[in-house]
């Protein structure tokens, strides 16, 4: 299956799943763009060396999430937008009360609202095209809360929503609009987070992961940024043209409890 000659923007793609993402997509032959709100040397440096691996044209385009006319831009910019996936976010953990209005507005932006932005300007252009993908990274919390993530649940949720509309207002068109819902995936973020929690429990390293990160994981692993983005491939695939509206889940059985 190739994704040659199609463009995707996949937005928060310096690091982790979006990164893991783009790289599915480019090994499947698709052109594709990198963001972040950073604009280093190394942000298009890990462009180009995806560019040069794969052997196709990779940009990195530096544009923030939680500003609505930056998320406008970054598709604009971009040229061409066959498929498009919404995947910049970030996570803050206090309880309802201490949760300063900021953070709230902050995640709400970056993690739910950058995915509306990105869809109006793609949805036009992938009209052009005559086909389109987007995909919106949410995750279990689609579906389930913890306690703490107030903002983070209530984005989640709202990205699955908008997934639906996308859907329906695209229902009778070659473009299709579906959720991917991780459960624990092993990136960078996760994995900073096991040493302090082995000094702070004096647990071995495996306790911390099977007990305390993975406690509502049935399968007890993580899943890997492969499979999220072998999944969005998946859905880019003429095989999945008749799935849309829809989220799956790649948790391990966390959403099946
Ligand atoms: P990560 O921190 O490695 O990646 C987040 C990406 O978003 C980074 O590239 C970061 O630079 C970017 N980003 C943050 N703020 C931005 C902004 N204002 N503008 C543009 N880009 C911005 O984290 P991750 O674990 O790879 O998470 C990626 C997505 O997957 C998020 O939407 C997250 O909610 C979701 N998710 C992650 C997990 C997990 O276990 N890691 C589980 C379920 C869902």
Redesign the pocket.
């Known amino acids: 299956m190739t994704l040659q000659g199609k463009t995707a923007v996949i937005?928060?793609?310096?690091?982790?799943?979006?990164?893991?993402v783009a790289r599915e997509l480019a090994r499947a032959g698709a052109d594709v763009v990198l963001?972040?709100?950073?604009d280093r040397d190394e942000d298009h440096a890990l462009a180009a060396a995806l560019g040069e691996e794969f052997g196709v044209t990779a940009r990195y385009i530096q544009?923030?999430?939680?500003?609505a006319d930056?998320c406008r831009a970054l598709v604009e910019k971009s040229g061409a937008c066959d498929i498009l996936v919404?995947?910049?976010?970030?996570?803050h953990v206090a309880p309802i009360p201490e949760f300063s209005a900021e953070k709230w507005d902050?995640i709400i932006?970056?993690?739910m609202s950058?995915a509306f932005h990105t869809t109006a300007a793609a949805l036009p252009m992938m009209r052009k095209a005559g086909w389109g993908r987007v995909v919106n990274?949410?995750?279990?919390?689609r579906l389930t809360a913890s306690p703490f993530k107030s903002a983070?649940v209530a984005?989640?949720h709202g990205v699955v929503g908008l997934t639906k509309v996308t859907a329906l207002e695209t229902a009778r068109e070659d473009i299709t609009c579906n959720a991917i819902?991780?459960?624990?995936?092993?990136?960078?973020?996760?994995e900073a987070q096991i040493p302090d929690t082995m000094a702070k429990y004096n647990m071995s390293r495996e306790d911390v992961v099977e007990k305390i990160l993975l406690e509502r994981q049935p399968s007890k692993q993580?899943?890997s940024?492969e499979q999220?983005g072998g999944t969005t491939v998946f859905l880019c695939s003429e095989t999945a043209s008749q799935i849309t509206g829809t989220s799956i889940s790649v948790?391990g059985g966390w959403t099946a409890l």
């Not at 919404?86 to 996570?91: K, R, S, V």
């Not at 990274?137 to 919390?141: D, T």
């Not at 459960?183 to 996760?190: E, H, Q, R, S, W």
Request: hydrophobic letters at 45%.
């Open positions: 937005t928060g793609s310096n690091s982790g799943i979006g990164l893991g963001n972040s709100f950073t544009a923030d999430m939680s500003k930056a919404n995947n910049a976010g970030i996570q902050a932006a970056i993690n950058s990274i949410a995750s279990a919390h983070y984005a989640k819902c991780p459960g624990y995936v092993a990136t960078p973020l996760i993580f899943a940024v999220v948790d």
